[in-house]
Nanobody, 118 residues
Framework: QVQLVESGGDSVQTGGSLRHSCAASESIFSVNYMARYWYRQAPGKRREWVAS???????NYADSVKGRFTISRGNAENTMYLQMNSLKPEDTAVYYCAATRKGGVTYWGQGTQVTVSS
């Protein structure tokens, strides 16, 4: 079972920045994986996709975070980041990293809380 562990959650004020890290128990940027993601879930809402990075390095973002958030891989193939700038109260949520292995299995982290106060 692959494990993903997020870190970097915190409480910040509007306009602040945070960087999430996701450390996996194996290489999620190897050829065995198709895509890596960040999702978030706000209180009372469904989990929503935030950003993804697919094999080849292409990145995509939800419209709500485009231009403010950046997904990237670390130097190690088992690490991924989400840089969040210009944070807004509506960014308050539990943030999850995930990775989909070839064959369709998706592994999830346990989530880390981000709270943005106005």
């Amino acid at each position: 079972q692959v494990q993903l562990v997020e870190s970097g959650g915190d409480s910040v004020q509007t306009g602040g920045s945070l960087r999430h890290s996701c450390a996996a128990s194996e290489s999620i940027f190897s050829v065995n994986y198709m895509a890596r993601y960040w999702y978030r879930q706000a209180p009372g809402k469904r989990r929503e996709w935030v950003a993804s990075i697919i094999s080849g390095g292409s990145t995509n973002y939800a419209d709500s975070v485009k231009g403010r958030f950046t997904i990237s891989r670390g130097n190690a193939e088992n690490t991924m980041y989400l840089q969040m700038n210009s944070l807004k109260p509506e960014d308050t949520a539990v943030y999850y990293c995930a990775a989909t292995r070839k064959g369709g299995v998706t592994y999830w982290g346990q989530g880390t809380q981000v709270t943005v106060s106005s």
